[in-house]
């Protein structure tokens, strides 16, 4: 089965990068200023795509402090049966924390168009530059406070 994987190794330790997966207000900086989550192991999610054309919705499906974080990812309106993934995983590194992207589970999508699918996550992924926002946003130092509505 495809899958799409792309990491990048962000100068700051596990425990800093995570502080962008911590809230809801830190993801919108760098993932989508549109996403809504509920951040807790089968918390709903909705945001644009980094298109800016596709709606994406799932549910947390994995979510490990200064580790991981999963979620279902369907795209909305473009006939899947069944959700992808994507994993988002943080290891220590000499430099630091690499951070590793990966789309899967195309072929279980349901479509017979699935491989045109995925290839287009792969065009994607390097044409939208997420890790490379989320780089920046670690950066930043700056890690949004979370709210009330982030609980």
């Not at 490379?132 to 890690?143: I, K, M, P």
């Amino acid at each position: 089965m495809p899958e799409i994987v792309k990491s990048i190794e962000i100068a700051a330790p596990p425990s800093r990068v995570w502080q962008w997966f911590a809230s809801q207000q830190a993801l919108r900086r760098w993932l989508s200023p549109t996403l809504e989550i509920d951040l807790q192991p089968a918390g709903a999610y909705r945001m644009l795509g980094a298109d800016g054309d596709t709606w994406i919705s799932g549910q947390v499906l994995e979510l490990v402090p200064e580790g991981r974080l999963v979620l279902s990812w369907l795209e909305e309106d473009a006939g899947w049966v069944h959700p992808g993934r994507l994993v988002v995983e943080l290891t220590a590194a000499s430099g630091g924390t690499r951070v590793t992207l990966a789309h899967d589970g195309f072929a279980g999508i349901g479509t017979p168009t699935w491989q045109r699918t995925a290839e287009a996550y792969r065009r994607g992924l390097d044409r939208h530059h997420v890790l490379e926002d989320l780089a920046a946003a670690v950066a930043t130092g700056d890690v949004p406070a979370a709210v009330t509505t982030d609980a």
